[in-house]
């Protein structure tokens, strides 16, 4: 069976983000929800216990312990996404390395002398172009390994968290196309209904996007 995974820790979402996953996908995937706190989740999600981190950045990248069932894939959904069309076809995008979202959202050009779309690692800035909001895997166990072989290597490494670990460490993967995913803040701050998740992503510097995407989508959906 295809599987959505999801990670809450601290105080940031609460379980009514996991449920919601679980309600608008109909609830017709095997859900796995790591946290440091179950309760409140569906009885119908399991559930992995971690330990939170307060300083930790890096919390994604033990997710990639979690190895898919023989022939299946998961797909992993941060809780500032929100789910616009059925996701069913999403599965379909991984055949054998992982997915993970291209910022396609950037524009092109230089900044600073770096084209965009081609950051090379600097140990002050280290930049990416991934987002993690939206991953697939089948078995991508060897990242997580390579990560806890030297821990605290990577953490000082990378002090913007594991986008930037997953752009820059020599890991290959796939990308979304960039008609299935888009950034609302981040990508003209509208509601693109034929798109099929919209990423929330820059709530800790926008607070205020998230009802602005509720109070659009609504409207649309109401037109």
Request: charged residues 30%; proline residues 5%; aromatic residues 14%.
């Amino acid at each position: 069976m295809k599987t959505i995974l999801t990670l809450k820790y601290g105080d940031k979402y609460t379980s009514n983000d996991v449920n919601s996953i679980h309600e608008h996908t109909e609830g017709k995937f095997n859900y796995i929800c790591v946290t440091d706190d179950p309760k409140g989740l569906h009885p119908d999600i399991k559930v992995i216990y971690i330990e939170h981190e307060p300083d930790g950045n890096m919390e994604k990248i033990k997710l990639f312990q979690i190895k898919a069932d023989e022939g299946e894939t998961i797909l992993y959904l941060d809780l500032d996404i929100r789910i616009q069309k059925p996701i069913d076809h999403l599965f379909d995008y991984c055949t054998h390395n992982p997915v993970i979202c291209y910022t396609y959202w950037k524009e092109r050009g230089e900044k600073e002398g770096i084209p965009i779309h081609d950051f090379p690692y600097h140990a002050s800035h280290p930049l990416s172009n991934y987002n993690s909001s939206v991953m697939l895997w089948k078995d991508a166990t060897y990242i997580w390994r390579k990560y806890a072989m030297n821990e605290h290597k990577y953490r000082k490494k990378y002090p913007y968290g594991d986008d930037t670990f997953l752009y820059h460490e020599g890991f290959t993967f796939e990308h979304f196309p960039k008609e299935e995913i888009y950034s609302y803040m981040f990508d003209g701050r509208t509601y693109q209904k034929d798109k099929t998740i919209c990423l929330l992503n820059g709530q800790d510097q926008y607070p205020e996007i998230a009802k602005e995407y509720d109070e659009l989508c609504m409207h649309q959906v109401g037109d």
